[in-house]
């Protein structure tokens, strides 16, 4: 089936630093999402991105963070600076139409900050 | 708020015995959500297992089915006859908004043994 490829799946930073994680979504798709998952708890919706803008975005989705794809080329989630409370698992996601009743999802990046 | 919530794991089942993994929902911000499960499996990413966007329907794939029941404000995962392939984590979501964001239970660990 449909695949979403996130690179890469494990990193680490020093606090402070700056992160890009990569997400290669479903190649038809239009609709991009991030979700995190810190260890042990729920998966929570971070942000949501149509045609070159950002659609919603949660009270987790801080200043720091920030979204784009340029170009038709990789999705991407920057933190900048990272704290060490962002260490977790960050799921990238998406979908070909609005309302869609199926997401599909990467297999997650878990970031480490130190 | 919006929330989901699940039965904790982790579970551990006799292959050939019937499984259920309850799960309800509060849904304050869409009168109707489209619920789901998702599933996933040792070393790959969550993809979607079944899905109901009517109250009162059900959804089945793969031997599993949910029903959608707006009074209970329900949507428990079962299988009659477990098999060790069903070893994953179990995730129950609501969908919410028009961009298909999604919320999620903690998820529930199910071990099937021999």
């Known amino acids: 089936g449909p695949k979403v490829l996130q690179i890469p799946s494990h990193q680490i930073i020093d606090m402070g630093q700056m992160v890009t994680l990569n997400c290669d979504p479903v190649?038809?798709?239009?609709?991009f999402y991030w979700y995190k998952q810190i260890l042990g708890q729920q998966m929570e919706f971070l942000v949501n991105?149509?045609?070159?803008?950002?659609?919603?975005k949660s009270k987790l989705f801080k200043d720091q963070f920030s979204v784009e794809r340029p170009d038709g080329s990789y999705f991407t989630l920057k933190i900048q600076p990272t704290a060490l409370e962002d260490s977790a698992v960050y799921f990238c996601?998406?979908?070909?139409?609005?309302?869609?009743?199926?997401?599909?999802f990467g297999k997650g990046t878990r970031l480490t900050v130190v | 708020g919006d929330s989901v919530t699940q039965t904790e794991g982790p579970v551990t089942v006799s292959e050939s015995e019937s499984l259920i993994i309850n799960c309800t929902y509060s849904?304050?911000?869409?009168?109707?959500?489209?619920l789901f499960w998702y599933v996933r499996y040792p070393g790959e990413g969550l993809q979607l297992l079944l899905k109901?966007?009517?109250?009162?329907q059900k959804g089945s794939s793969r031997g599993f089915e949910a029903t959608y029941n707006k009074e209970t404000t329900s949507f428990h995962l079962q299988k009659a006859s477990v098999q060790e392939s069903d070893s994953a984590v179990y995730y129950c979501?609501?969908?919410?908004?028009?961009?298909?964001?999604?919320?999620f239970g903690q998820g529930t660990s199910l071990s099937v043994v021999p």
């Open positions: 996601a998406s979908s070909f139409i609005q309302g869609a009743t199926e997401v599909f």
């Open positions: 190649s038809n798709h239009l609709y």
């Open positions: 991105f149509y045609n070159g803008k950002v659609m919603e």
């Open positions: 849904a304050t911000s869409i009168a109707y959500p489209n």
């Open positions: 109901v966007i009517t109250a009162g």
């Open positions: 979501a609501l969908g919410l908004s028009s961009f298909s964001k999604l919320v």
